[in-house]
């Protein structure tokens, strides 16, 4: 279980305000404490922090509503990893810096990839994949892109966005962003090279260098008091689609020896294929109940090489088969 917490400012004030949402109805809609945000270092664990998304969510009841956040994008309503972003020279740069503060105010993580004529942003759910709320998942993608017209000033439109979710696109959202939105597996923003170098207007080495050596001590602070549990998970939704998923991969991704890992792993009550299985399970059942991919695909996502052993797994876990939990997941109320 994930013991971490992520940072809920005072940034949320303004934000609500900003976006006319009534804060105290959010928090009752999400079972959360109604003096919550008065706090100036209140924090939340990442369950709470999906009921509160939720909640805006119910309270919000519109399907713009990630255009709305976005046009309430300033440094002094969003977090620290925000204003950084802001600070850089360019789109590559700032992508580069939220990749590496994001864990400190969401349990997400960020896969930046420059290739010869694009970059693309990649969202990884940190914890175990349930459902999200689909405005987070489409304000998560749609910020990138508000980061990038602040800070160029122009309208700047990716090339591709592709979801997971496809609950929350809409003829709005894309729109905005000036792309067609597409399913598939994985939650990415894909820009134009030459665009993601273009100047950032908004560019100050002189804030930066004052502000990120408090960010690193936050994010040392983070990375101390994270459980390899979590680490562990966090590696292997990425090496999974590519068969990396062996303890020996892992344990050199993490920086340790494989005995040190196995230790560390078994110190918090598990052992290393309980978190590969519990990894593949968790993925199983998102792909399945969130997505239209095939079986094959999907199992190829996991790491199988066969589908055949995919579909043993899942009957082991779950007692039914993909089929079945597909069907029953598409009578089921997501969450909201």
């Known amino acids: 279980m994930d013991a971490h917490t992520y940072s809920l400012d005072t940034t949320w004030r303004v934000l609500f305000k900003d976006l006319g949402i009534d804060a105290a109805n959010v928090l009752r809609r999400a079972g959360l404490p109604d003096d919550l945000l008065q706090s100036s270092n209140a924090r939340l664990p990442v369950t709470d922090y999906y009921r509160l ?120 959202c894309e729109e ?63 090496g999974l689609p590519s068969g990396r998923t062996s303890i020996d991969t892992v344990a050199s991704r993490l920086a340790m020896s494989k005995r040190t890992l196995q230790r560390r792993i078994e110190a918090e009550g598990f052992s290393y294929q309980d978190v590969l299985m519990q990894t593949r399970r968790s993925l199983a059942q998102h792909y399945l109940g969130n997505t239209s991919l095939p079986v094959p695909e999907i199992a190829f996502l996991l790491g199988y090489e066969e589908p055949n052993s995919f579909y043993r797994a899942f009957r082991a876990w779950t007692g039914t088969t993909p089929e079945q939990f597909t069907a029953r997941a598409a009578n089921t109320v997501r969450y909201a």
């Open 176 to 238: 905005y962003l000036g792309t067609k939105i597409t399913c598939g597996p994985t939650n990415k923003v894909t820009f134009r090279k030459e665009d993601a170098l273009k100047p950032f207007l908004t560019s100050n080495a002189g804030l930066w260098e004052a502000f990120e050596p408090g960010l690193r001590q936050r994010l040392n602070d983070l990375e101390a008091n994270t459980s390899t549990v979590c680490r562990v998970k966090a590696v292997l939704l990425e």
């Open 53 to 172: 998304w939720g909640g805006i969510e119910a309270e919000a009841q519109d399907p713009g509503l990630p255009i709305r956040i976005c046009g309430a994008a300033r440094s002094e309503t969003f977090s620290p990893p925000f204003f950084a972003a802001l600070c850089s020279p360019n789109l590559l740069v700032a992508g580069q810096r939220i990749e590496k503060f994001k864990p400190l105010v969401a349990p997400i993580k960020l896969d930046v990839v420059e290739h010869e004529k694009t970059v693309s942003v990649e969202f990884v759910w940190l914890d175990d994949p349930v459902p999200k709320p689909a405005t987070l998942v489409m304000m998560e993608l749609m910020i990138s892109v508000a980061v990038a017209r602040i800070g160029t000033r122009e309208r700047i439109a990716p090339v591709e966005v592709m979801t997971t979710n496809p609950i929350g696109a809409n003829a709005q």
